[in-house]
């Protein structure tokens, strides 16, 4: 029956619109239905399109996702290359991998985050997941290629179904740039090179002040032991651990008693030593430490922090870095040392600005880097289950491009998008011929240059062009010169002029060679 | 019942073998029948995993994606640094967007090619789809943020769910370098331009030989209309005009005729037209032919292809470029000029080691780059229709790749994967502190230097490093050096060795300043 009534309406929609009369024709409708089919109807049009039979798109980019403009990319470039600059310094080499891997190749990595996963949808053939982050599939690639040592960069997006807060930098596509240290090597120099590159890369971003918090897995599991942890809660006592740098003591006690199910005497043990912070000294002390001594997992992990904190200081780096009980991070895949860098300075405010989720302004910038150590991952795809020993390091890389568009922000700086040295101008009209024969000369020769898509701009459009994008020189063309077979150049800053030819003496004292335009 | 015998038979497997004999007194099961319940389990548990109860992964990427290793990696950022060096020549900015976009965002712009685009599954909330290529979403990026001109690049991976062959470069996941300029702008001035950059770009790369095949949309339709094509068959001949480099006219002919319905007359007409090649003369005298100048349409395409040519005149480019009225590119949402690189020498063989494809190595190398004029994409995504003409190009940069690689693998040159100047060594044992500082030195000085992450390393082992990765220099540290307050320096190639300290005299003329160092 609706079936007809769509028949009829449609064609009305379409301009036949029939009599309502012959509709009560039809015996057991009412007018209420109609109007009810009809609102249907108009509603389902509504979702096709307009009037005009178009389709109106949604224009936006997925939830948690943006385009990067190019003031954005710039920053971005700038911020890669301080971060690639160190990685090669540091004699890593970089490998990619595809954006998807099989599903299964990420099953049983991430815990709970797991359903944070974005699935490809099943069209026949493989099941696909998007990548979660870069370590697993470094694992994976290492199996699957048999490397038992490599050093290597990677950086790429990978994807997270997160609930996103865009202005604080967290988005559910998302940069990583890791650096990873594979191999079967003495204790704790790969380790300590790692926090070197952390140290190296925040100094240079010049994000203000910072701080390398350091521990170990195996001090914190030894730490739960001889508190009375038992051994099944000891990696849901560590996530709370982990929540001491967002909430205060009292209130991890209470989730450790009252939700964790733990007894006071061992959360207010845990409490005591999760206070601690210091340097080598602290890690001294608590070898001597009558219970801490007891585990000798504490003692092993212990060892190594006091072995790491004898190269950083080889390395100058001991300003930054704080021997830190508290620090717990939580991928459950950390076998050994575990490290994580923090702004100390409240930088501009990367929360104020998230209107979402003010409740948040008090917090610290948070976290911009991270990573440990990880022994039984490859071994987890390897067929034999060989282990490759690995430690790395993830540098937070969206966080610090919003500290970084604020501060561009902020500033007065201009932020140039294109390296565009020189435009090639014309004073006079019917002049595009010359034009392109000159900047095709410019780009043979190697510089960066452009021209107006137009026959005939105006002078004074072209030099607004250079001012707005920060263009430095612009080469003007008129008939004078054309008939002097010179080129007059212009500083746009200075307003500086000079004329530049082969028989041309230089009124000037700027030397117009090519390394003249490449010091632009 | 199967219940019963899974939990003997699996109490079996972990030793605790029950006798036959208890089995048999179940009543009404054959030994047959047991053995084919243990065959079934023993299946089961081989699919699960081996005795110890480990799950074997299939340590595979993705059909049709690829991981790069290091050395594909140092080819690929060659060749990426090409490229984009000459679109910033050219002045162009660069943007990205999101690896997925909104499913609708692509859907009904790539016609029958739909069916190739990689869904996300639906996990709740929007329906998303892996970007298909830059060109849409760049379009989505326009009408997005309401931008009317702009020069811009994009370097970024799509996906396409195609038949892949991937030894001659044909992925599921590849990279697209594109190059476009929208704006509303003077004829054929920004076209021209695009030209310029593949000129540049494949004289660049070194890839032998090539030619850009120029054609127009405009010139294709009022062929058609001048030959008899009934307007409802226009796309379906283009595309069958489109096989013209891959099959002979006589094929064609056949299919236009035979499969599409072509009147044989129409066919000979277009295929007298479609055999033509040449330059602006061309384009002349199809202006003057008494049928093709019945076409308005093609007559303000022969008239732009006229002034495309004498503005590549002044490029000094139209030696590779060539008017060929057989090129009829795919896409649909071409409207003016399309192009087309071909390299045209039988390079190294891209097909020839594809063990599954023999059949296509006498096929030429093929197209690596291409692209055209759309001025009408941006105004579907915008509300109201408002247009921005656009033109650009894409560099098929996997093809590039993959003739890179071979012909990388066929020279003698090693393609380093490091950029590591100087290795910090030691000539004997108990030197990790020494060598943890000299190298901490070097990282603050800006120098790419290494050590083995070893206590003792044999020197042996350390030179054998550098002459592996081509490291060519090494630090040298040993007793008597430190004694005496320096460090010996060799030079890996030629063994030649100084020693260099605050107050040492120089044995050989090598300069060892921080230039010295950037010279490696």
Redesign the interface.
């Known amino acids: 029956m609706l079936g007809m009534f769509c028949v009829r309406v449609c064609s009305g929609l379409m301009g036949f619109r029939a009599a309502p009369r012959s509709l009560h024709s039809f015996p057991g409708i009412t007018v209420a239905q109609i109007d009810e089919e009809v609102a249907k109807l108009l509603q389902l049009k509504a979702q096709i399109g307009g009037d005009d039979g178009?389709?109106?798109?949604?224009?936006?980019?997925?939830?948690g996702?943006?385009?990067?403009?190019?003031k954005q990319?710039a920053i971005?470039?700038r911020v890669f290359s301080t971060i690639i600059g160190c990685f090669?310094?540091?004699?890593?080499?970089?490998?990619?991998?595809?954006?998807?891997?099989?599903k299964?190749?990420l099953t049983?990595k991430y815990g709970e985050d797991s359903k944070l996963i974005?699935?490809?949808?099943?069209?026949g053939?493989?099941l696909?997941s998007?990548r979660y982050d870069l370590t697993v599939p470094f694992a994976?690639?290492l199996?699957?290629?048999k490397i038992t040592n490599?050093?290597?960069y990677h950086i790429a997006?990978v994807?997270r179904?997160d609930n996103p807060a865009m202005t604080r930098g967290r988005y559910r596509?998302f940069y990583q740039c890791d650096f990873d240290?594979a191999?079967q090597?003495?204790a704790m120099?790969?380790d300590?090179?790692c926090l070197?590159i952390v140290h190296?890369i925040l100094s240079e971003l010049d994000l203000g002040d910072f701080r390398i918090k350091v521990n170990d897995r195996r001090i914190l599991d030894g730490m739960f032991a001889v508190c009375g942890v038992p051994y099944d809660k000891f990696r849901t006592i560590c996530s709370t651990v982990d929540k001491l740098d967002k909430m205060p003591w009292e209130d991890v006690r209470k989730e450790m008693v009252n939700e964790k199910g733990l007894s006071e005497e061992a959360a207010d043990q845990i409490g005591e030593y999760v206070s601690l912070q210091g340097g080598m000294e602290l890690a001294e002390r608590l070898l001597q430490d009558q219970k801490m001594s007891l585990s000798k997992q504490a003692c092993a992990g212990l060892s190594d922090i006091k072995l790491l904190f004898s190269?950083l200081q080889?390395?100058?780096a001991t300003d930054k870095v704080v021997f830190d009980l508290s620090l717990a991070r939580g991928l459950d895949y950390y076998t050994g040392i575990i490290y994580e860098a923090v702004l100390t300075q409240a930088c501009v405010s990367t929360a104020s600005t998230d209107a979402q989720n003010g409740a948040e302004e008090s917090v610290s910038v948070g976290s911009v880097a991270g990573g440990g150590r990880y022994d039984g991952l490859v071994g987890?795809?390897d067929?034999k289950?060989r282990k490759v020993p690995c430690v790395g390091v993830s540098i937070g890389i969206e966080r610090i491009f919003s500290i970084m568009e604020q501060k561009a922000e902020a500033s007065a700086e201009k932020v140039r998008?294109?390296?565009?040295q020189v435009m090639v101008a014309s004073a006079q009209k019917n002049l595009?011929?010359e034009r392109?024969?000159l900047v095709?000369e410019l780009?043979?020769a190697?510089?960066?240059?452009?021209l107006m898509?137009?026959?005939n701009p105006k002078l004074l459009s072209q030099l607004q062009h250079c001012e707005e994008s920060g263009i430095p020189l612009v080469a003007i063309l008129g008939e004078q010169e054309l008939k002097d077979g010179v080129v007059k150049l212009r500083v746009v800053a200075s307003r500086e002029e000079m004329r530049h030819g082969p028989n041309q003496e230089r009124t000037h004292q700027i030397d117009v060679s090519k390394n003249w335009f490449w010091s632009f």
Chains 1, 2 share one sequence.
Do not use: C
């Open positions: 178009k389709h109106q798109f949604v224009l936006k980019t997925a939830k996702t943006r385009d990067y403009n190019p990319m971005r470039e090669k310094r540091h004699g890593a080499e970089t490998i990619d991998t595809p954006v998807f891997e099989l299964e190749t049983g974005y699935d490809l949808k099943d069209q053939g493989e696909l998007l994976r690639y199996a699957m290629n490599i050093k290597r997006k994807y179904r596509e240290i191999g090597y003495d120099i790969p300590a090179e070197k190296e190269y080889l390395f100058q987890m795809f067929p289950g998008t294109t390296e565009v595009l011929e392109l024969k095709s780009w043979n190697g510089i960066k240059a452009e898509y137009k026959k």
